[in-house]
């Protein structure tokens, strides 16, 4: 069952637990030029999660690089396995990610 779905990662840089039904992260938001500028986000203002781009560019850097309680205040689950096939992951990060959302039935 998925809120019995964990995932644990750990590499050589970071160790995380993420528990799949605490992912439910705004799927509406509006990013702070603080938040936009840590992610590598450039252009004008708005950045808004509706835009995939701005969407794939935060999952991405906090999958990637960003603290737990990043994945947690930002990530949807939802929304997460609608966007991951374009989401561009280290390696690791991504066989993580992956293997557990397609236990979940999440992805194909």
Do not use: K
Not at 1 to 12: A, F, K, V
């Amino acid at each position: 069952m998925m809120e019995r779905e964990n995932l644990g990662l750990q590499d050589d840089t970071c160790s995380a637990a993420v528990v799949l039904a605490r992912l439910a992260g705004p799927r509406q938001a509006t990013l702070t030029a603080a938040d936009a500028a840590r992610v590598g986000l450039t252009g004008p203002p708005p950045w808004e999660l509706s835009r995939p781009n701005v969407r794939i560019a935060l999952y991405q850097w906090a999958l990637a690089t960003g603290a737990q309680f990043d994945t947690y205040r930002w990530i949807s689950l939802i929304d997460l396995a609608a966007v991951w096939r374009e989401l561009h992951l280290p390696e690791g990060i991504h066989e993580e990610w992956e293997n557990t959302l397609r236990s979940a039935e999440l992805i194909d």
